[in-house]
């Protein structure tokens, strides 16, 4: 039962025996596969709206070229580029569900694959900084996916971060078994009502779901995805208006 609280919905209970607990088995495992049948049925109500609606707005974008410059055409410019990433980012997220079990293993230094990542946010305020050394710390894993992992918390760590803040911190970790890396934050933090479905597909502690927060819900999602497709874990710890610590754990032991 652990495991279908933990998201694997493919777990199943043994009925094994001839008793009220096989019964109670079955019925369990019934409700689990129409769980299961009703979340599909919703991801592919979704995935179905988000491919048909890319025609309109193939359409939209053509008919907005043949409008005069102004203000209200940046405005429909901005709201299509949005819609457009809201599909896009609801694809991938599909896809990352449907294929993160397909992961191309390799030897990856996850110091070294930090450091690569750093330099794409040099510019946003407040920064990364590194705590410690990243001393080589080698892994089992998804280069590609380990990356989009590491970069989607980073991301979240200095959208969530005031500009005068202190910098986000980033540590990586050795402990028995696995690697950690861990990224700190000195910004908003999550209420406490909010923490246990921060993992959740298109859960957004921020209700208003305004352009300046931006996101759909789906980046945490998709790092959730990610680290249990790899054998690893992914936690986190906020204290409102103090900050957020997301650790990601990836397994050295084979």
Known sequence: MTQVGDGNLEHRVPEKRADEFR??????NDMVTRISKAMHAREQL??????????????LKIGLEMLPEGTKKES??????EMEKMITDILEASRMRHHAGSLNI????LGKLIEELIPDFKDLPPGIVIKG???????????EKAGIALRNIMDNALK????SEQPVEVTLVSKPGCIEVVVRDHGIGIPAEDQPYIFEPFYRADKSRTRETGGYGLG?????TIMVAHGGQIELNSTLNQGTTVTLAFPTDT
């Open 23 to 28: 019964d109670l088995a079955e019925a369990f």
């Open 46 to 59: 979704l995935l179905d709206v988000s491919h048909e609606l890319r025609s309109p707005l193939t359409r």
């Open 76 to 81: 429909l410019r901005e709201d299509i580029i």
């Open 106 to 109: 390799q030897d990856v230094d």
């Open 133 to 143: 050394e990243l001393t080589e710390n080698r892994v089992a894993a998804d280069y």
């Open 160 to 163: 969530y971060s005031q500009k």
């Open 220 to 224: 945490l999602s998709m790092c959730k």
